[in-house]
């Protein structure tokens, strides 16, 4: 998409009434362009790079635990109850939050625990009840790709600034397109395929465009399906969910603050998981890995969950710790309706939902907007006017302006974070930026 002004034919009368309406409302979307690509840029490529590292996260664990795997094993296997107290006992003071059933009998046992305030993963061995490995959870690779993804390890600021480029990065691409859209096309070359054989200057252009076009809705799919875990629009999305309902339970939260606070595993000092309730937790056949915590401390009831990162395969169920009785099942088509659609997404964007071609997918996507990203800057640089900031240069204010407002509005509406930073944008264009010479000049400003 034409991400750099310089690289679009702009019209090229004066400034005055001649100028019609739709070559403004080009010219004020192509500014638009300019800034979202400037500002989008660092971001794209960041989130691009650890959002393809983090598509291979089963691959990665499962190379990271394999020392965990195919265990030397003899003689008989220690109860459910012995392995968790011997994990506790490696951490005095720690109390119980899950069990991870062994994928296989060579496997070891994982525990997971509550300790000074962190989560840790403890592995033993399930035969000779040896303290395999002690890792807090927020340390592995995996989790702090994942927090980097999302809030740039800086917390909730960091949060809104990934959910803030997100959304400008809808912009981008909505305004891309306008941009690309043939209005005097003579075939296909340069709209859905790029001259390769032309000028520097188209073949730059086309090679922008037509790999932007191609990428538009894979890379739209990804922003909105990731807006569940955004802190203004989840947030938002979240509180609207919970108008007609005291408590909303989701399994995906806006920020790592708000997954340790919201519901989850509960922590508890002692748990009591019999052989019948575990023959019965692993007759359920629940895809793995399966979680099994507490639910109910005085009446011994456990929870047993499908954490599976293909969400429709995920799964619920309710078990009485000592007799094993069935008490409750959710699968996840008694999900509600939003859930399930946002869980389809969040497995889509993880690359998990159509196994290893979602995860090529993902990939060829995230490596297509690096490549635009670094497109969209040497078109800027080529072009860029020396002294200046190389931005399309503003009209005065007319009608197309009404149509602006409209637009904003509506970004406002569905994109809350843009429509407050376009607000913020425009206030300081008109009561600081406006007012300097130089830096009119600098950014085109009319």
């Given at each position: 998409m034409n991400q750099i002004a310089s690289t679009v034919k702009a019209p090229t009368q004066g400034r005055g009434a001649s100028i019609s309406l739709s070559q403004r409302l080009y010219r004020t979307l192509?500014?638009?362009?300019?800034?979202?690509?400037?500002?989008?840029?660092?971001?794209v490529i960041t989130l691009s790079v650890s959002g393809a590292l983090y598509l291979f996260k089963p691959q990665f664990e499962a190379f990271t635990d394999r020392?965990?795997?195919?265990?030397?094993?003899?003689g008989q296997r220690i109860a459910v109850n012995e392995v968790i107290a011997t994990a506790q006992a490696s951490l005095p003071g720690a109390q119980f939050l899950s069990y991870e059933l062994p994928s296989s009998p060579r496997d070891a046992a994982?525990?997971?625990?509550?300790?000074?305030?962190?989560?840790?993963?403890?592995?033993?061995?399930?035969?000779?009840?040896?303290?395999?490995?002690?890792?807090?959870?927020?340390?592995?690779?995996?989790?702090?790709?994942?927090?980097?993804?999302?809030?740039?390890?800086?917390?909730?600021?960091?949060?809104?600034?990934?959910?803030?480029?997100a959304c400008w990065a809808v912009v981008l691409i909505l305004t891309g397109l306008y941009l690309w859209w043939p209005r005097n096309a003579k075939g296909l070359a340069g709209v859905l395929y790029p001259r390769l054989r032309q000028s520097k200057r188209i073949f730059w252009r086309d090679l922008h465009a037509v790999v932007g076009i191609w990428l538009s809705a894979f890379a739209l799919f990804l922003i909105v399906s990731g807006l569940p875990w955004a802190m203004v629009w989840g947030g938002?999305?979240?509180?609207?969910?919970?108008?007609?309902?005291?408590?909303?339970?989701?399994?995906?939260?806006?920020?790592?603050?708000?997954?340790?606070?919201?519901?989850?595993?509960?922590a508890v000092d002692t748990v009591d998981i019999s052989e019948q309730a575990l023959a019965s937790i692993q007759a359920l056949g629940f895809a793995p890995p399966v979680e099994v915590s507490v639910?109910?401390?005085?009446?011994?009831?456990?929870?047993?969950?499908?954490?599976?990162?293909?969400?429709?395969?995920?799964?619920?169920?309710?078990?009485?710790?000592?007799?094993?009785?069935?008490?409750?099942?959710?699968?996840?088509?008694?999900?509600?309706?939003?859930?399930?659609?946002?869980?389809?997404?969040i497995s889509a964007h993880e690359g998990h939902l159509f196994g290893w071609f979602n995860q090529l997918l993902g990939v060829l996507v995230t490596l297509g907007l690096v490549f635009l990203s670094v497109t969209g800057t040497i078109l800027w640089w080529r072009k860029k006017p020396a002294g200046r900031l190389g931005a399309p240069a503003s009209l005065p204010q007319h009608a197309v302006a009404k149509v602006v407002a409209l637009v904003i509005l509506a970004l406002g509406i569905l994109l809350?974070?843009?429509?407050?930073?376009?607000?913020?944008?425009?206030?300081?264009?008109?009561?600081?930026?406006?007012?300097?010479?130089?830096?009119?000049?600098?950014?085109?400003?009319?």
């Open positions: 192509w500014r638009w362009h300019f800034y979202a690509g400037l500002f989008c840029i660092p971001f020392h965990w795997h195919n265990l030397t094993v003899q994982l525990v997971n625990l509550r300790f000074e305030g962190q989560k840790y993963q403890v592995y033993v061995h399930p035969y000779t009840g040896e303290v395999l490995s002690q890792v807090a959870f927020d340390q592995r690779f995996m989790r702090q790709v994942r927090e980097f993804h999302g809030e740039l390890m800086a917390g909730r600021f960091g949060s809104i600034l990934v959910e803030l480029a938002a999305f979240k509180e609207v969910r919970s108008w007609n309902k005291p408590v909303v339970q989701q399994d995906w939260n806006q920020s790592r603050a708000d997954e340790k606070k919201s519901w989850g595993p509960m639910s109910n401390a005085q009446l011994n009831t456990l929870k047993v969950s499908s954490q599976n990162q293909n969400r429709p395969l995920r799964a619920e169920a309710w078990v009485d710790g000592r007799t094993g009785e069935l008490l409750r099942q959710k699968p996840f088509a008694d999900r509600p309706l939003v859930d399930r659609v946002i869980g389809v997404g809350p974070i843009v429509g407050l930073s376009l607000l913020m944008l425009w206030l300081v264009e008109k009561l600081i930026l406006r007012q300097i010479a130089f830096l009119r000049a600098w950014l085109g400003l009319a």
